[in-house]
């Protein structure tokens, strides 16, 4: 339970943090504030998966 969390956590701040490096690329809305949530939401799962394995890594490893 607690390795989910993790990753989520994990994923959502690497979300957040690559939002605020590269902004919106992607044009899901045509107003900006709910463009900026689309956009954080597909980095979001796109970073689930690197979050998983640095989770799970970092767990199995200690």
């Known amino acids: 339970m607690a390795g989910t969390v993790m990753t989520l956590v994990v994923s959502f701040v690497l979300a957040a943090v690559l939002w605020l490096v590269i902004g919106s690329r992607f044009q899901f809305a045509s107003e900006r504030a709910g463009n900026d949530l689309l956009n954080i939401a597909a980095y979001f799962g796109g970073c689930l998966p690197i979050a998983f394995v640095?989770?799970?890594?970092?767990?199995?490893?200690?």
Do not use: A
């Open 54 to 62: 640095l989770v799970f890594f970092g767990i199995g490893g200690s």
